[in-house]
């Protein structure tokens, strides 16, 4: 699809790559794009139209799909950091990031769904991880999240490819937000990510992955990840 004169929804727009997507989506000729946070008040991007919206609140989330019925581009990009072990006693931290990462997103592709297949088809971009094919000991639970997100998004592909809905999923290491604020590796510029994403968007693609970390990391996943571990435990 073309991204000039589409009609964007971004989850999570207020900052990071949720405010780049945004950005750059005007850049680019979007007619007109909703930035959607919770706090619709915390949106700064000039030339947006802010909108209230916890994905992990269905009601809202069905809400929404009824005022925005001329959407033609999802973003799913709202996510939280997740930063607790799987096994850390007493959390409902794997809950939690399920309920964003997973139903969350299900819930607005399922909402949304409708309105593309109304307007033409349109597309979905399902902003996922590295880490939805590794685990690292910091980050067990986000990846467990990233993972089932990895294949939410290779179901609703086969689901919604009558309607001529493109959905594509959006790989990345660590981009530089506030979410990444604690890792002193490379960063990428949300800028080029947002710029990536779109362009995959443009050409058709199922799956974008960002960063040759990401290639990398994708391709470790065919050999034995014992080896691949061992490769890279010293760099986190």
Same mark, same amino acid.
């Given at each position: ?28 000729? =979007? ?8 706090? #619709? ?23 929404? =799909? ?158 034995? #990840? ?11």
């Amino acid at each position: 699809m073309n991204i000039d004169g589409s009609i964007a929804l971004v989850t999570g727009a207020n900052r990071g790559l949720g405010r780049a997507f945004a950005a750059h989506l005007l850049e680019r000729g =979007a007619t007109k794009v909703y930035a959607a946070a919770r706090r #619709p008040e915390a949106v700064d991007l000039p030339g947006v139209e802010p909108v209230r919206l916890d994905i992990t609140d269905p009601a809202r989330v069905a809400e929404l =799909a009824g005022e925005l019925g001329d959407v033609t581009l999802l973003i799913n990009n709202a996510g939280t950091s997740a930063g607790v072990r799987l096994l850390d006693a007493g959390s409902d931290g794997l809950r939690d990031a399920l309920g964003t990462h997973l139903f969350g997103s299900l819930d607005t592709a399922r909402a949304f769904a409708p309105v593309l297949a109304r307007n033409g088809g349109g597309a979905i971009v399902n902003v996922l991880s590295a880490l939805s094919w590794l685990a690292l000991p910091s980050a067990t639970t986000y990846h467990v999240a990233k993972a089932a997100e990895w294949g939410l998004t290779n179901g609703l592909r086969l689901e919604l490819l009558d309607q001529g809905t493109l959905v594509t999923g959006l790989h990345l290491g660590a981009a530089d937000t506030d979410m990444t604020g604690d890792y002193d590796g490379p960063k990428l510029d949300p800028a080029d990510v947002a710029r990536a994403a779109l362009d995959g968007v443009e050409a058709g693609a199922w799956e974008v992955l960002a960063d040759d970390w990401s290639a990398q990391v994708k391709a470790a996943l065919a050999g034995d #990840p014992r080896d691949f571990h061992a490769a890279i435990a010293g760099m986190f």
